[in-house]
């Protein structure tokens, strides 16, 4: 009496709440990894300044209010850009080109803050505060960079699962800045 082994069912497929996330999933991993370095990096800023909050406060007074915020009504406007880009697929390279015109006045602002600060002979070692500052203000410039290399990479080659992780990846940059600003900028 030879019996075969009883079929195992087929695995019914499941709805996964990872399924209804846009783009694919590397790119959130991506996305996390960078939030939790930048919100590592914020906390040690908070945590130093709690040691030195009036050494802090003078060098924070030093900076350039008024280009930090134009900044960051130029990244969310980038990044709305990018979003009707994604909804978009008549007018993409429209709107990415005005979201990649806004990331490069970003970056030029940002020439401007640091230059200035040169002339006055503030660099990343003039004080904890200026470290960080640099840090983390610089790292951000570089996500910057990187956004716009990968816009006009998704100009060249078009698609819209990279465009839409393309644009996910933006509003992160967006996202960081928005939290870098007041952080860095205004609060005491």
Do not use: C
């Not at 960080?132 to 410039?141: E, I, M, P, V």
């Not at 933006?170 to 205004?186: E, K, N, S």
Request: aromatic share 12%.
């Amino acid at each position: 009496m030879n019996q075969s082994p009883a079929p195992v069912p087929a695995m019914a497929e499941q709805d996964h709440p990872l399924d209804s996330l846009p783009g694919d999933l590397m790119i959130w991993v991506l996305i996390v990894s960078e939030l939790l370095v930048f919100g590592a990096g914020l906390l040690a800023f908070l945590g130093v300044r709690i040691a030195d909050p009036v050494a802090f406060a003078q060098d924070q007074d030093s900076l350039n209010r008024v280009a930090g915020a134009v900044n960051t009504i130029v990244l969310i406007s980038s990044g709305y850009l990018a979003a009707r880009a994604v909804h978009s697929p008549n007018k993409m390279r429209l709107w990415l080109s005005g979201s990649m015109v806004l990331g490069l006045v970003f970056l030029v602002v940002k020439w401007f803050e640091y230059t200035a600060k040169a002339e006055l002979g503030i660099g990343i070692e003039t004080s904890q505060f200026f470290t960080f500052y640099y840090l983390l203000t610089g790292f951000h410039a570089m996500h910057v960079v990187a956004g716009l290399v990968i816009f006009a990479l998704i100009m060249r080659w078009p698609n819209p699962r990279n465009l839409e992780g393309a644009a996910m990846f933006w509003h992160m940059v967006d996202l960081v800045w928005v939290l870098l600003f007041p952080i860095i900028y205004l609060v005491r």
